[in-house]
């Protein structure tokens, strides 16, 4: 099932269920709220839809999490881990193999599919990264890793815009990335439920820009699994229905690995099997 969220011409922003190429609009019910009745095997789960859907060509989609209360951006792809620290003239360490680690991103920029991504004033090296994601759907806390699989609620695509000249500078200082990532992330085009994803750990995953083949990799080459990334970290967390847990760039995922970079007018274009595709021009 796919669960999206919305914008009809001159119309109020809605939460729907995509059936084809048509949007049958929620009734009073979010998109977390849906992907949980469904996730609970709700046998009645078309009374929660409108019967008068809409034509997906004719709205503006927004990210599908409305007010996601956190997110937590992994590292788990090697490739990427290790062509990015190379650049930075740093192997990988020991540790990497040991934690799944994530870095706490902003929740407050989100950017569905269709949306120009603005960076940072003066920034020279604008990139993408190409990320599979996963949404939480209970309240989760101190759970195992052949448990923390039932959490998942829906698969999307990340789009961790970065601005890597900035970031350059100030991760010299020893924390996280922050402001060259906290100004823009595409999320989307919507979510994508476990039954409609054959297999995680073995999902195509593609970046287009202007139409020309940047990145492909396999969700399967991620080093660790969400499994492992959601109980690591609700060990002394908890995660609540809503939260965002995304794996990391894929190896070759972004443009940093490529020494090619984003410029004002391009096409962004993130494809993940069985998800869909999330396109963001850069303004």
Known sequence: MKLLRYVPPGGRQGHGVLIGNEIYPLLHMTTIEAMNRLREGDQHWEEMLQQSPISLSDVTLLPPVEYPGAFLDFYTFEDHVRTARKKRGLDVVPEWYEFPVWYNGSTRCFSGDGATVSFPEHENKKDYELELAIVIKTKCHRVSVEEAGKFIGAYTIVNDFSA?????????????????????????????????????????????????????????????????????????????????LASGTVGTGCGLELDKFLQTGDKVELEIEHIGRLTHWVG
Not at 191 to 205: S, W
Not at 215 to 220: A, P, T
């Open 164 to 244: 890597r000249q900035l970031q350059g500078k100030i991760m010299k200082v020893g924390l996280g990335p922050a402001k060259a990532k906290d100004f823009n992330t595409g999320l989307g085009p919507w979510l994508v439920t476990p039954e409609d994803i054959p297999d995680p750990r073995h999902l195509r995953m593609r970046a287009w820009v202007n139409g020309e083949l940047w990145s492909e990799g396999n969700s399967g080459s991620s080093h660790f699994s969400f499994a492992q990334m959601i109980a690591y970290a609700a060990e002394d967390q908890t995660l609540y229905p809503g939260d965002i």
